[in-house]
């Protein structure tokens, strides 16, 4: 737990993700399982919003990168509704990173890339599976994964269609540090748009 007040990382007043990448680097080798779990807020065509996690894919100084089932619910609210925001929060270090911003589709490249790089089972049940739509039965479910098993027994499995990526490009980003008799630390960036410069300020717990 901290108890110093402060946020002594390097690069910690004037580039987030710097921070992130250090944060990131602790959760890898203190979370038990998934460091990249993230919960993901979108909100769909009446502003009801929904939130679940998924897996954080990549950071970079455009953003952050997951990857979905595009007919899903969160695929189409992303489509009615490119914005979002998400949290990350690391029990073992007391640490928690909340983001807000724009949504954009990734490239075809790197949902190509992304896709080609997961498990041979995946790759399958990403065809396989209606995400957020009804299922009849789990044995429906298990015909469909048997049906492209097939389909695909040899050969290279062609990234589906409807499967890519999305990257939050934040406008806002906190970093939130537990500390003593709650009095924690939150270091809040702020920028106007994507080619803007990050503001910095501290926030009362």
């Known amino acids: ?19 992130f ?31 679940r996690m998924v897996l954080l894919k990549a950071v970079d100084e455009a953003g952050f990168v997951f990857y979905t089932n595009l007919e899903s619910a969160k695929g189409t609210e992303l489509v ?11 029990k073992s270090l007391d640490r928690q990173i909340r983001a807000r911003g724009e949504i954009e589709a990734v490239t075809d490249a790197e949902a190509d890339a992304y896709y080609a790089s997961r498990h041979r089972s995946s790759r399958i049940g990403a065809w396989a599976s209606k995400q ?29 269609p409807f499967w ?28 106007d748009s994507a080619d803007a410069p990050w503001a910095t300020n501290r926030y009362y717990p």
């Not at 009615?80 to 690391?90: G, S, T, V």
């Not at 957020?132 to 589906?160: D, M």
């Not at 890519?164 to 920028?191: M, Y």
């Open 1 to 19: 737990m901290n108890t110093t007040g402060i946020f002594d990382e390097k690069h910690s007043e004037s580039d987030p993700f710097a921070l």
């Open 21 to 51: 990448n250090g944060w990131f680097e602790m959760a890898e080798k203190t979370e038990p399982q998934d460091p990249n779990a993230m919960a993901l807020a979108t909100s769909d065509s009446d502003g009801l919003p929904n939130v």
């Open 80 to 90: 009615e509704n490119p914005k979002a925001a998400l949290c990350i929060h690391w």
């Open 132 to 160: 957020s739509r009804p299922l009849e039965s789990r044995f429906a479910l298990e015909k469909e994964v048997a049906r492209f098993t097939a389909k695909y027994a040899v050969g290279e499995i062609p990234r589906p």
């Open 164 to 191: 890519s990526g999305f990257r939050l490009k934040p406008s806002s980003i906190e970093f939130w540090r537990s500390g003593t008799f709650r009095l924690h630390d939150r270091l809040i960036f702020k920028r």
